[in-house]
């Protein structure tokens, strides 16, 4: 009898082997082989010393695919990255002021290809700079050739003057001083309106201050302070709770320290009183291009709404075909000069985010999929959203200058080696 039993078990068992579900490996997901090389490679960047901490949030298909954490938040205070490490984003910030501006393009407040002094005076009478006068000493200026459209400041072609140091221009920017912590919203775009623009608009790719530009324009179409308006529209929806401008006391002991990397390759670790000045007082100035603090938890939900093409848990943000539009490449292949962005890879630039246009050329590019859209910050954390694969990606550390052999490293170790398309 209890081989006719058995007889009967085994058939069972191989059915119910058979019918049960096996979860299939992603790019991540599933896929020992690509979590341990992560590992690796953020271990790897501790114990040679390019970064002090680095932690490292991947979801695909909606789900954790992968996290860890390893060095140190404040290598000198012994403290550990950790998940809850409050990480400052600097230009991060950028894709919440993109999402912000582009609810009010939702309802119907704006399009991109308006004039930007149709709601903004201020911008009204700009002029380019063409060099100083060898006799008098004066800047010579031309007429604008057109206005600078709201899809200029989008995109990083409005030509706004961003270098203190160029001659001429420079001397003005630095006496004007729009970016001054102390300015509202208002009072730096009067500051800036004031200062002759670089270039043509749309004639140059030229990072820069546009999107604090988006961040009063949002403050003037909704006729609430930007800080309010990102909050309301952007961050309470998304339960970003812990991305914020300025972090109460009792939250600072989960600031990551800065670094610096010095010419010998050592990190020194710049003072908080310093690093963090900005997030532990206040100031007038709300910036849309720099400033925020988050998680990467917190960042993640951001990212999780771009891939979900607008909507995260019952929060509906933006459209889907306004992220389609966000993610879309808007620089025409006639506008040559790109300051820095070709650095990024094969890339072009939709709103508020680089867009990969082609696969990497080699394999000393970034790692990428044709379609993904991303961005960084200057203390080199990293985002990207990879809709083909339904995966999005946080790295944070806090280290400076820029350094874009991290953000090489950690794609390679997310996509695997670079196979050139030829012999895929």
């Not at 490996?25 to 979590?35: D, I, K, L, M, P």
């Not at 490679?41 to 954790?64: C, D, P, Q, R």
């Not at 201020?122 to 010579?140: L, Q, R, T, Y």
């Not at 007082?281 to 093409?309: C, I, K």
Request: glycine share 8%; aromatic share 10%.
């Amino acid at each position: 009898m209890k081989a006719i039993k058995y007889l009967f078990a085994i058939p069972l068992l191989y059915f119910l082997a058979c019918s049960t579900p096996k979860e299939e490996s992603g790019v991540v997901a599933n896929n020992e082989t690509a979590r341990a090389r992560l590992d690796s490679t953020l271990n790897s960047m501790i114990e040679t010393g390019m970064v002090a901490g680095a932690s490292a949030l991947i979801f695909e298909k909606g789900k954790e695919a992968y996290f860890n954490a390893y060095g140190y938040a404040d290598r000198e205070g012994k403290v550990p990255m950790d998940r809850n490490t409050i990480a400052i984003i600097y230009s991060m910030t950028k894709p919440v002021t993109g999402a912000a501006l582009m609810t009010l393009y939702d309802k119907g407040a704006f399009q991109l290809d308006e004039p930007l002094s149709k709601y903004a005076p201020e911008f009204a009478d700009m002029k380019v700079f063409a060099g100083i006068d060898s006799v008098s000493g004066e800047m010579i200026l031309e007429p604008l050739d057109r206005p600078i459209t709201i899809r200029d400041i989008t995109r990083h072609t409005a030509g706004f003057a961003n270098n203190p140091n160029m001659p001429g221009l420079g001397d003005v920017l630095r006496a004007v001083d729009p970016a001054n912590r102390e300015n509202t919203l208002v009072q730096m775009a009067e500051k800036m309106g004031a200062i002759p623009l670089m270039f043509q608009p749309g004639t140059q790719w030229a990072y820069g201050p546009s999107v604090d530009v988006q961040a009063f324009l949002v403050e003037r179409l909704s006729g609430m302070p930007y800080g309010e308006y990102v909050k309301k529209n952007v961050l309470d929806p998304l339960k970003m709770t812990e991305t914020r401008y300025f972090v109460p006391e009792g939250d600072r002991s989960r600031m990551s320290a800065i670094y610096r990397r010095n010419e010998d390759g050592t990190l020194t670790q710049l003072p908080d009183s310093s690093a963090h000045s900005f997030n532990i007082n206040h100031w007038a100035l709300t910036p849309g291009g720099f400033g925020l603090t988050s998680t990467v938890d917190d960042y993640m939900r951001l990212a999780q709404m771009y891939v979900n093409e607008g909507t995260l848990d019952g929060a509906a943000i933006l459209k889907p075909e306004t992220v389609k539009l966000m993610a879309t490449n808007h620089l025409d292949e006639n506008i040559k000069e790109r300051m820095w962005l070709p650095s990024k890879g094969q890339v072009g630039f939709g709103i508020d985010f680089a867009v990969r246009l082609r696969p990497p050329a080699s394999a000393d590019e970034n790692h990428g999929i044709v379609g993904e859209f991303f961005w960084d910050g200057a203390a080199s954390t990293l985002f990207w959203v990879d809709p083909a694969n339904d995966l999005t990606a946080v790295l944070f550390v806090q280290i400076m200058p820029f350094a874009g052999q991290v953000h090489k490293k950690f794609r390679d170790a997310v996509y695997g080696p670079y196979v050139p398309e030829n012999v895929k």
